[in-house]
């Protein structure tokens, strides 16, 4: 069959098919970093463990990625017209690096240790729980895009895969922006002024031993 002008019609493509990669790193403890090193990392600001007094006692450092790949399936319609649809689209998303600090002033076994610690921890929760909820949200966002994406057609392969990418790009665009204001709304409850308060006093006040060494 061919359309107006003598250019062949688009071939009626599979559906496409969303494969979803789940990808969370071990997760690692460091306990060799001083307080101002750890004040020092990129992260999440205020960062956790943090006291009354300002000082970076512990970080949970958890980066968070994705990639993709389209697999498209493309014709020739004649007359250098090509068409073509996505058939696969390929996500990995997840964390790809998640670490504990807790400052080396801090004696391991240590009660203020063990405080800081459980805190930095009720990060990694969060995160993890985060993760389960939005991989089935994530997969079916995807599934709408392609799912209702026509074949493009251009002058080259390479504008057809380019026709075919920018809406998927958008969507992975916003669906990061969604997963990170999610993300920092969710670890701002965890880190309040109240919490860093109690940290502080915690353990009768065993941390004003460790914070005269800085």
């Given at each position: 069959?061919t359309?107006?002008g003598?250019v062949a019609?688009?071939p009626?493509f599979?559906p496409?098919r969303?494969?979803?990669d789940?990808?969370?790193?071990p997760?690692?403890?460091d306990?060799?970093?001083?307080?101002?090193?750890?004040?020092?990392?990129?992260?999440?600001r205020?960062?956790?463990g943090?006291?009354?007094?300002s000082?970076?006692?512990g970080?949970?450092a958890?980066q968070?990625?994705q990639?993709?790949q389209?697999?498209?399936?493309t014709?020739?319609?004649g007359?250098?017209?090509?068409?073509?649809a996505a058939?696969?689209?390929?996500?990995t998303f997840?964390?790809?690096?998640?670490?504990?600090?807790v400052a080396?002033e801090?004696?391991?076994g240590s009660?203020i240790?063990?405080e800081?610690?459980?805190?930095?921890?009720?990060?990694?929760?969060v995160?993890?729980?985060?993760?389960r909820e939005?991989?089935?949200v994530?997969?079916?966002?995807l599934?709408?895009?392609?799912?209702r994406?026509?074949?493009?057609?251009?002058r080259?392969e390479?504008q057809?895969?380019?026709?075919i990418?920018?809406p998927?790009?958008?969507?992975m665009?916003?669906?990061m922006?969604?997963?990170?204001?999610?993300?920092?709304a969710r670890q701002?409850r965890?880190?309040?002024?109240?919490?860093?308060?109690?940290?502080?006093?915690?353990?009768?006040?065993?941390?004003?031993r460790?914070?005269?060494r800085?």
């Amino acid at each position: 069959m061919t359309a107006q002008g003598g250019v062949a019609a688009c071939p009626d493509f599979a559906p496409a098919r969303v494969v979803l990669d789940l990808q969370i790193a071990p997760l690692r403890t460091d306990y060799s970093q001083s307080i101002r090193q750890l004040a020092q990392k990129p992260g999440r600001r205020p960062v956790a463990g943090r006291t009354a007094n300002s000082h970076t006692l512990g970080l949970a450092a958890i980066q968070y990625n994705q990639q993709w790949q389209a697999g498209v399936m493309t014709a020739s319609l004649g007359q250098g017209r090509y068409c073509g649809a996505a058939q696969t689209l390929t996500v990995t998303f997840g964390y790809d690096e998640r670490t504990v600090y807790v400052a080396r002033e801090l004696p391991q076994g240590s009660c203020i240790h063990g405080e800081v610690l459980a805190h930095e921890m009720r990060h990694v929760t969060v995160d993890e729980q985060l993760l389960r909820e939005y991989v089935p949200v994530l997969k079916r966002r995807l599934e709408d895009v392609v799912g209702r994406a026509r074949p493009a057609q251009g002058r080259s392969e390479r504008q057809v895969m380019a026709a075919i990418e920018q809406p998927i790009k958008a969507a992975m665009r916003q669906l990061m922006e969604e997963f990170g204001r999610e993300r920092n709304a969710r670890q701002a409850r965890i880190d309040t002024p109240a919490e860093y308060e109690r940290i502080s006093q915690s353990c009768n006040g065993e941390i004003n031993r460790y914070l005269g060494r800085v």
